[in-house]
């Protein structure tokens, strides 16, 4: 228990000097109502003086106690002093919209990102986006509402180039955190392909990282095999396409590896929500 007002304490003595006025006025209160039975006939009860001092009792000590502002618990301080800085790097490639995780790739990966947002109540947390190139969406913030407005507005083919830029994206949260004091400074990688794109390999991205205690969680997102896609063909409209199973498995755990952090196959929903659990 902690209390932010501790200055509060000097009206004690005020405090003291209500009491002795509501309680030391007990005999001249029995003068004007000393015949009972004028009391029963007004309907008044002798006990009413009693209650009403009750009362100003009552709103006297909780007015004291909400002043003094007692708090439970770490402050505020001491957690923003302990927070981490997260940056959530995430492939927004035209392959996200397969629909092996329901209703696809790109939506499940960001409504866990969504619900894994809303329980870092002091961490800062970053959004980079990346296909054929790397796009900051959001740097380091501690308004959460923000960065899930962002979330939200992630769209597949969204950085207007198609292609995998894993070391771009990589790179641009690396490059922020990189200037961070925080005490823990996370990447988390969702991705469902292999690196073809960028100007910086996921290798460079990584060492870069772990040369300055940055650890990569990688999340491989789809199942095993090939997936279901819809695609658009400019004559017959809408079809279902079908795509290879293009996850870089061992690059993403090398990274993992190589920083101190840990890699994790998302072949579900479930999964998923339970890799961001853990």
Known sequence: ??????????FLPLIAVCFWVIFGRRESESVYYSR???????GISSALPHLWRGFYLTAILLAFAAGLRPVKGISRKEEVKNARDIFIVMDTSLSMNAIDLKPNRLETAKKEAAAFIKKRDFDRIGLVVFGGVALMRSPLSFDRKAVLRLVSA???????EDGTAIGDGLGVAVKHLAKSSAVSKII???????????????EMASDFAKNVGIKIYSIGVGGRGPAQIPMDHPVFGQFMGRIEDALNEPLLKMMAIETGGQYYRAESEKRLSEIYDE
């Open 1 to 10: 228990m902690k209390i932010l007002n501790p200055w509060f304490l000097l």
């Open 36 to 42: 009972a039975d004028a009391l029963a006939r007004w």
């Open 154 to 160: 992630i769209k597949a083919g969204m950085t207007g």
């Open 188 to 202: 988390v990688l969702l991705t469902d392909g292999a690196n073809n794109r960028g100007v910086i390999s996921p």
